[in-house]
């Protein structure tokens, strides 16, 4: 199985920041197979980025993905207030499908 | 537009089981792999499930391999996920997601709680 680890834990960011979020696999992640979803409370997972770099529809351009093999990045690079949430990775190039365990990103 | 409305949610005692249902609509049900994915009260995203287009092909997370049973009615347009043997730690919030790969629309989830 592959565990996906993000850090840090929690960051708290004013809005017009940039903000950096990393998720790091145990092993290489197959044909870059990574995915980052944004959750906010009481709502169902949102895709923001597949494939590492592709951003889903209806994604701004402020979200940026990066990485390959087992070192991935999202990148928001102008924070505006509905962006605070929790953000997950996640691996589809093997089974099990595993998630990391979440940034929160948190209003300085 | 897509919509994935799960249901059958609820309270149940350890060693109970409970079967859920995700309505689809919107999109050519038959054509695609769904999922389902549970979120345990205040943690992170653990997934469940996933099944093929026509319910060929299945495959389980490790916690719930032998439990759970995803299965499919495509001229229902629906998904099923079948919970027996259930745990305390089963407690979750239950996701229905379109695909197996990246999902991008899923469902508003049902909760499901294990306890006595």
């Known amino acids: 199985e592959i565990v996906l680890t993000q850090s840090p834990g929690t960051l708290s960011l004013s809005p017009g920041e940039r903000a950096t979020l990393s998720c790091r696999a145990s092993?290489?992640?197959?044909?870059?197979?990574l995915a980052w979803y944004q959750q906010k409370p009481g709502q169902a997972p949102r895709l923001l980025i597949y494939?590492?770099?592709s951003r889903a529809t209806g994604i701004p351009d402020r979200f940026t993905g990066s990485g390959s093999g087992t070192d991935f990045t999202l990148t928001i690079s102008r924070l505006e207030p509905e962006d605070f949430a929790v953000y997950y990775c996640q691996q589809s190039g093997s089974s099990p499908r595993t998630f990391g365990q979440g940034t929160k990103l948190e209003i300085k | 537009q897509v919509q994935l409305v799960e249901s059958g949610g609820g309270l149940v005692k350890p060693g109970g089981s409970l079967r859920l249902s995700c309505a689809a609509s919107?999109?050519?049900?038959?054509?695609?792999?769904m999922s389902w994915v549970r979120q345990a009260p205040g943690k992170g995203l653990e997934w469940v499930s996933y099944?093929?287009?026509?319910?060929?092909?299945?495959h389980y997370a490790d916690s719930v391999k032998g439990r759970f049973t995803i299965s499919r009615d495509n001229a229902k347009n629906s998904l099923y996920l079948q919970m027996s043997s259930l745990r305390a730690e089963d407690t979750s919030v239950y996701f229905c997601a379109r695909g197996y790969q990246y999902p991008q629309h899923w469902g508003q989830g049902t909760l499901v709680t294990v306890s006595s």
């Open positions: 919107g999109f050519t049900f038959s054509d695609y792999y």
């Open positions: 494939g590492a770099s």
């Open positions: 092993q290489s992640v197959s044909s870059n197979y």
């Open positions: 099944i093929s287009s026509s319910g060929s092909t299945v």
